[in-house]
């Protein structure tokens, strides 16, 4: 699974459709403060489905969209599309290669796209599940999460790496397993105590 290409448009500072084609290997992006290195990021987590405008430095959703800037007026729509090479079906689907699209315009409409075909927030959302690629998973590290790591609580920290280590999945599995293990074992006493009635 390989990120191929992104295309950003009307999205923060990007007005003007950009196309990022990633090539094998390792990118860098760099340029001056301010000029959008980390909006990039930012169009990459929202079309995985992001839905904190707080986590994308804003205060609704509708601040993504260009809001204008010197001789250049407002947009009414932002729109992302991400292009996954998915020949080793990486993703949990069939296709080889993944459009993943997400638009939003100022009316508060909203939509996903799979392969241009219309799709649910859920769609986006099952598509990266358990692949370490969701909009909460630690592929993307923004600007301060190291530090935040270093000095979280010891607890929290031990709840970050077993979260990478992919423990988190299981200890869930064995609450919900230990939970029904109480429930049946509750089932068995109640049938115990009608037998001991019966006889
Ligand atoms: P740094 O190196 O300082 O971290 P950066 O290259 O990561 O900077 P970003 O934070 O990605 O830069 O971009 C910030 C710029 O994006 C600001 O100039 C801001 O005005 C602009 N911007 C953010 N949202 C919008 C929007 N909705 N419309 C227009 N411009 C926007």
Redesign the pocket.
């Known amino acids: 699974m390989k990120l191929k290409s992104l295309e950003i448009h009307g999205?923060?500072?990007f007005?003007d459709k950009t196309v990022i084609d990633f090539m094998p290997g390792m990118t860098g992006i760099v340029?001056?403060?301010?000029?959008?290195?980390?909006?990039?990021i930012?169009a990459i987590r929202w079309v995985m489905g992001e839905q904190s405008a707080k986590g994308l430095?804003?205060n609704t959703m509708a601040?993504?969209?260009?809001?204008?800037?010197k001789n250049r007026s407002?947009l009414g729509r932002a729109s992302v599309t991400m292009t996954i090479d998915n020949s080793d079906h990486y993703l949990h689907s069939a296709f080889d290669e993944l459009q993943v699209s997400r638009r939003l315009y100022r009316n508060g409409d909203a939509e996903y796209l799979i392969n241009g075909v219309k799709s649910r927030l859920k769609d986006i959302t099952d598509l990266f599940v358990d692949t370490g690629l969701g909009r909460e998973s630690f592929s993307i590290i923004n600007?301060g999460k190291v530090e935040a790591i270093f000095n979280a609580k010891a607890e929290d920290r031990r709840a970050i790496i077993e979260d990478v280590a992919g423990v988190f999945k299981y200890k869930q599995n064995k609450i919900k397993s230990q939970n029904e293990l109480a429930q049946t074992q509750a089932n068995l006493d109640r049938l115990l105590d009608i037998i001991k009635e019966i006889a």
């Open positions: 999205f923060k500072s007005a340029g001056p403060n301010g000029s959008g290195k980390s909006n990039i930012e430095r804003g601040d993504v969209i260009f809001g204008g800037a407002a600007q």
